[in-house]
């Protein structure tokens, strides 16, 4: 009888696991961006899982004058196309850290491309860190987690 209620237990102790594991968040959904040098709030980017890699896009413009806003500094297939569904992360990859790498984070604003880093913050799972680098100088914004109900 003891050991019976002892696997139960033992039952339980997985069962609460594999729960938090499947609710703990992820880095996939929307997130509202904010400029890290003047606090503006700027968008609602989407990131998404294609091909099992990690991608994102532009799909709400919140800064006021730039709902309608053109990448009027891009070139090639971008330039003069809405900010308001572009691509603007493609192809990250997750590593054994849980850190998603890729060579193209797109920035419309300043028409670049860098190489970025996006985790999870440690201490809140509701922010997001996204890093973009350009040699070995970086930026790094805090972006926060769109609740939808």
């Not at 880095?27 to 040098?37: H, L, P, Y």
Request: overall charge positive; hydrophobic content about 35%.
């Amino acid at each position: 009888m003891k050991s019976s209620k002892t696997l139960n237990k033992w039952i339980f102790l997985a069962c609460f696991l594999l729960c938090q594991i499947t609710w703990s968040q992820s880095v996939f959904g929307k997130w509202k961006t904010i400029d890290d040098r003047n606090g503006i709030t700027k968008a609602i980017i989407e990131i998404y899982k294609e091909d099992g890699l990690m991608h994102a896009k532009v799909v709400e413009i919140l800064e006021d004058g730039k709902k309608g806003a053109l990448c009027t500094k891009c070139e090639g297939d971008k330039k003069d196309k809405p900010i308001l569904g572009m691509k603007i992360m493609e192809d990250f990859e997750k590593n054994n850290k849980g850190i998603y790498k890729g060579d193209t984070l797109f920035d419309p604003e300043q028409a670049m491309t860098f190489k970025g880093r996006v985790w999870l913050d440690e201490d809140n799972e509701n922010r997001l860190k996204v890093r973009g680098y350009l040699a070995f100088l970086y930026r790094t914004q805090t972006w926060h987690r769109v609740v939808e109900n």
